[in-house]
């Protein structure tokens, strides 16, 4: 079923709705293949996909203003906060620490090349 929203928190699109308070599926912002989309264009990264629903739900709750043709306050501080979550989100990645690098190991084949080894290891100390 296209239409489809589940929730379970262990699957990407379920740590996605947990990030976007959309837990209750039967009153879904979006469906299954909507965050799946999402995830898609953000190749992968949730967070991102998070930040991306958020500003589309924000982008619909204005259109749904603008048919009525009046905003109030409460509406745009509803706006306000869907667009400063996604910002949050953007940032988290953005800031996020690098991946931790590679360690590169040598391997003493012999006594000469530990010895080797160990007064590199010494001269790099001091």
Do not use: C
């Not at 629903?53 to 204005?62: D, E, G, T």
């Not at 006594?111 to 080797?116: E, G």
């Amino acid at each position: 079923m296209a239409d489809q929203a589940t929730y379970d928190p262990s699957t990407p699109i379920g740590r996605i709705r947990l990030m976007i308070a959309d837990t209750d599926v039967s009153d879904a912002w979006f469906t299954d293949a909507e965050l799946a989309a999402f995830l898609t264009i953000e190749s992968g990264v949730e967070d991102l996909a998070a930040a991306r629903a958020l500003r589309a739900k924000a982008a619909s709750f204005v259109d749904q203003m603008e048919q009525m043709g009046h905003y109030t306050d409460d509406q745009r501080g509803v706006v306000d906060s869907l667009l400063r979550q996604a910002k949050s989100l953007e940032d988290r990645v953005e800031h996020a620490p690098a991946e931790p690098a590679v360690a590169i190991s040598s391997v003493a084949w012999n006594q000469f090349t530990r010895r080797d080894m160990v007064l590199k290891d010494r001269l790099e100390r001091t």
